[in-house]
């Protein structure tokens, strides 16, 4: 098993940023795919990242150009860097793990409990 624990949510206004970060515990394996996947009020849950265990990375394009993920493997860690936050961006978003290759989607074998971020205007 993999525990995944988020933090760095918050409340800030639009053009603002915030830095999320995913610590990860137990059987953990720096070869897992990592991702970060947000999920909106009476939406589906939407991809936004995921980084592979030598860097490699892939955005949904709503997020291109302003949100970065990047990990620290010694750390068993993940961040996603958010600039220029939108209203659109509010959601609660979640750390998740994969084995297998770097892809778009939201199917992943172990997940977060999320954490809440708001973008006012």
């Known amino acids: 098993q993999v525990q995944l624990v988020e933090s760095g949510g918050g409340l800030v206004q639009a053009g603002e940023s915030l830095r999320l970060s995913c610590a990860a515990s137990g059987r953990t394996s720096s070869t897992y795919i990592m991702g970060w996947i947000r999920q909106a009020p009476g939406k589906e849950r939407e991809f936004v990242a995921a980084?592979?265990?030598?860097?490699?990375?892939v955005y949904d394009d709503s997020v291109k150009g302003r949100f970065t993920i990047s990990r620290d493997n010694a750390k068993n860690t993940v961040y996603l860097q958010m600039n220029s936050l939108k209203p659109d961006d509010t959601a609660v978003y979640y750390c998740?793990?994969?084995?297998?290759?770097?892809?778009?989607?939201?199917?992943?074998?172990?997940w977060g409990q999320g954490t809440q971020v708001t973008v006012s205007s």
């Open positions: 998740a793990a994969r084995r297998g290759v770097i892809r778009v989607g939201v199917e992943y074998d172990y």
């Open positions: 980084i592979s265990w030598s860097g490699g990375t």
